[in-house]
């Protein structure tokens, strides 16, 4: 493990709870740090800095009869059209926060900030470019994101990617997309990252922002109901098919990524192809325990085949 000792002695899994726009708030995150897994949540998730500011709080009052749960990780969307930036980095800053995950851009606006803070910085990329640039600019560790992941996805082969990335990169590494089992959660360990990423997992639970026709559409879906698109957001994202279906004919072009869109779009309902993975909704605790069970059992069957 490459990841800070303090950092990883929090952990029960080797795990991050991905933030999730409409999905992940304040329940969802301290319900995975109490867990042991680290949580997070896009900064944008809360409509002003003000409410922000109220989650920040309610997290740490949640977490402070808690003092070996896992970190919280803010997600900052670092986008020049983020008018909100300088405002959620202050805030963030304010509360003390000890890692900050950035997404849809290079995190240099915010890296020297953070880490004067003490703060670490993970930056999500999709390509080797994206991840040279963000180490260039000062990232701690590197999201990859590959193809069938919820949300903005990459379409980069995950075994490919992690192995490309280990081969010149020593620091922090997780791997993002299609993981919502203990199985695939080993799986990414074994490729040489040190956490798994896992959104859709967690998009229909108790704790979670998703409103109950996308909780049960994701119940229902398997990949096959996965549709890839640019035209809702501007960037290539998977979404729903139920939910597609019911729009009119989306409009916005490949490229055009605004962040305005992007915290208007609560509304939207995405999901990755580990949606095959989700068959009832039940609380994150519950999520937890059962991937903590099938990566127990993965690691016993790994035994047994190396012992063949
Ligand atoms: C509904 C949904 C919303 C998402 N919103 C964001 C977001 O606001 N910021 C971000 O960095 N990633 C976002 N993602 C991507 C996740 O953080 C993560 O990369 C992805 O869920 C991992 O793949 P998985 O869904 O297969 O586990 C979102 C994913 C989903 C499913």
């Known amino acids: 493990m490459t990841l800070p000792a303090d950092l990883a002695a929090r952990l029960s899994l080797p795990l991050i709870a991905a933030p999730m726009t409409g999905v992940s708030g304040p329940d969802l995150v301290a319900a995975t740090c109490r867990n042991g897994v680290i949580g997070s949540f896009p900064t944008h998730n809360a409509a002003t800095v003000e409410l922000l500011d109220e989650w920040l709080a309610q997290i740490g009052a949640a977490?402070?009869?808690?003092?070996?749960?896992?970190?919280?990780?803010?997600?900052?969307?670092?986008?020049?059209?983020?008018?909100?930036?300088?405002?959620?980095?202050?805030?963030?800053?304010?509360?003390?926060?000890?890692?900050?995950?950035?997404?849809?851009?290079?995190?240099?606006?915010?890296?020297?900030?953070?880490?004067?803070?003490?703060?670490?910085?993970?930056?999500?990329?999709?390509?080797?470019?994206?991840?040279?640039?963000?180490?260039?600019?000062?990232?701690?560790?590197?999201?990859?994101?590959?193809?069938?992941?919820?949300?903005?996805?990459?379409?980069?082969?995950?075994?490919?990617?992690?192995?490309?990335?280990r081969e010149h990169f020593t620091g922090p590494l997780m791997l993002a997309g299609g993981i919502s089992d203990g199985h695939a959660l080993l799986a990414a360990e074994a490729l040489g990252v040190d956490l798994a990423y896992m959104g859709t997992g967690f998009i229909a639970t108790t704790e979670s922002l998703a409103p109950e026709d996308y909780r049960a559409a994701v119940v229902a879906s398997s990949l096959d109901d996965v549709r890839q698109t640019a035209q809702v957001g501007g960037l290539p994202a998977n979404l729903l098919a139920q939910w597609l279906e019911s729009q009119l004919a989306p409009t916005v072009s490949a490229g055009d990524f605004q962040a305005e869109r992007l915290m208007n779009g609560r509304t939207v309902w995405s999901a990755g192809h580990s949606v095959s993975g989700v068959h009832y909704v039940c609380s994150a605790t519950e999520v937890i325990e059962r991937v903590r069970l099938q990566y127990r059992d993965a690691r016993n069957q790994l035994l047994e085949i190396s012992c063949r």
């Open 63 to 165: 977490l402070s009869e808690h003092p070996d749960a896992a970190p919280v990780a803010p997600n900052l969307v670092v986008h020049r059209t983020n008018q909100r930036l300088t405002a959620d980095l202050d805030r963030l800053i304010a509360h003390g926060v000890e890692l900050v995950i950035t997404s849809v851009g290079s995190p240099e606006p915010v890296v020297d900030r953070l880490h004067g803070a003490g703060c670490l910085v993970f930056a999500d990329v999709a390509t080797l470019r994206h991840a040279e640039r963000a180490l260039e600019a000062g990232a701690d560790g590197l999201v990859l994101l590959t193809a069938g992941a919820g949300g903005q996805t990459g379409s980069a082969n995950p075994f490919a990617f992690a192995r490309a990335v």
